[in-house]
């Protein structure tokens, strides 16, 4: 329980990782937006993965308030984040993503809605900021975690997660193998180890779209990732049905246009037609999954 008090050891530490590679251009706003939650029992880890823009120079500007940080070439994203996680020393674990911020007073907000002595997740709404356009969109993670699956649909939003150590050792470190994925497998089995899985209204973060996201690449390697969810976490007939809404263009525009025009009946119809003996639920999701993200 947090206290009115001026000292950090009444607050539970909160370890913040930031992976970072040649993000310079906003790399300066994440590190203000942890800095700026004026948390005071905070440790801030940043692994540069030997960034050749101006990324060094912006982080030396803050090193004075930074428990530690390096550039040096790293075996990819997951890998740094599992070094800096394991490095960490906080009771409340996290990674903030290099050109991704905290909404002001997330950390003192997540310090009063996890129990450190348990295995337990808080995950929070996001601002998705588009920014060549200028535009932000909300989300309703309370809704989607009411109605969907979390194998078949990852519907949290990485930069508004905080675990507790406890769940980061029963869970295990996240799949250095996966590149596109990774938070999200690393959800689904950490669901499974939690005394407590959460969802709060609250906005916690702010996620930056721009041309260079990795979310948004059609690196071939996104696709076969998530084939590799469905068969690890699901089975081989919601693998084939993802593979027939992505590859077949004019299914797939059928799916988008049943969604859109929230015409539920005909899309009830449709998915018990193509897929009889799989749960419309899980159909839905996974149609949901094409439609946002090929």
């Not at 995950?123 to 993670?141: K, L, Q």
């Not at 059609?218 to 469905?230: G, N, Q």
């Not at 593979?243 to 018990?272: A, C, D, P, Q």
Request: a positive charge; aromatic letters at 14%; charged letters at 25%.
């Amino acid at each position: 329980m947090l206290t009115t008090s001026n000292d950090p050891s009444a607050f539970p530490k909160i370890s913040v990782i930031t992976p970072s590679y040649n993000q310079g251009q906003y790399i300066e706003e994440t590190i203000q937006s942890v800095l700026g939650q004026y948390y005071p029992n905070l440790e801030y880890i940043i692994l540069d993965a030997g960034s050749t823009d101006n990324t060094v120079s912006i982080i030396k500007k803050y090193e004075s308030q930074i428990s530690y940080w390096h550039s040096k070439k790293d075996n990819g994203q997951a890998s740094a984040i599992n070094e800096g996680l394991n490095m960490a020393t906080g009771d409340i674990l996290c990674w903030l993503n290099s050109d991704d911020m905290f909404m002001p007073g997330t950390l003192h907000f997540i310090a009063k809605q996890l129990n450190i002595n348990k295995k337990e997740l808080v995950f929070g709404n996001c601002c998705h900021m588009t920014e060549n356009t200028h535009t932000m969109i909300g989300s309703d993670v309370v809704l989607w975690a009411r109605y969907r699956d979390l194998k078949c649909y990852d519907y949290i939003i990485q930069p508004s997660s905080f675990w507790t150590r406890k769940l980061w050792e029963a869970t295990g470190p996240l799949n250095e193998s996966l590149h596109y994925v990774l938070d999200w497998d690393w959800y689904i089995r950490a669901q499974k180890a939690s005394d407590k899985f959460t969802a709060v209204e609250r906005y916690l973060s702010i996620y930056r779209i721009h041309p260079l996201h990795k979310t948004g690449s059609k690196d071939t390697r996104r696709y076969e990732e998530f084939k590799w969810i469905y068969k690890t976490y699901l089975n081989e007939k919601i693998v084939q049905y993802f593979i027939s809404l992505v590859e077949n263009k004019s299914l797939n525009r059928l799916t988008k246009k049943l969604i859109n025009k929230k015409r539920v009946l005909w899309y009830k119809r449709f998915v018990t037609l193509t897929r009889r003996g799989m749960p419309n639920n899980q159909l839905r999701d996974i149609a949901e999954v094409v439609r946002y993200n090929f």
